[in-house]
């Protein structure tokens, strides 16, 4: 469980550094979609619907894709 002091902490650095606490929200985003946990609607969905479990598979090897593109254009 998360104290008081620790929400407060958190909520006061991510104000002082709006840029890095948006980074790592977007990639927590990104990541609970890549592995979603076992507790999660993706996670079940994924596991007992077959035309979801599809397009699922389909959209990570989008994402392999894009991010191949992306890290070539970044690493020059």
Known sequence: ???EAQK???KNYEKANPDKAYYWK???EAG???RPSSKTRLYQ???SNIDIRDTYISDLKEFKIELD???KELQG
């Open 1 to 3: 469980m998360v104290s």
């Open 8 to 10: 407060q902490a958190k």
């Open 26 to 28: 977007r990639k927590s």
């Open 32 to 34: 609970g979609f890549i």
């Open 45 to 47: 969905l994924i596991k």
């Open 69 to 71: 593109k992306r890290l």
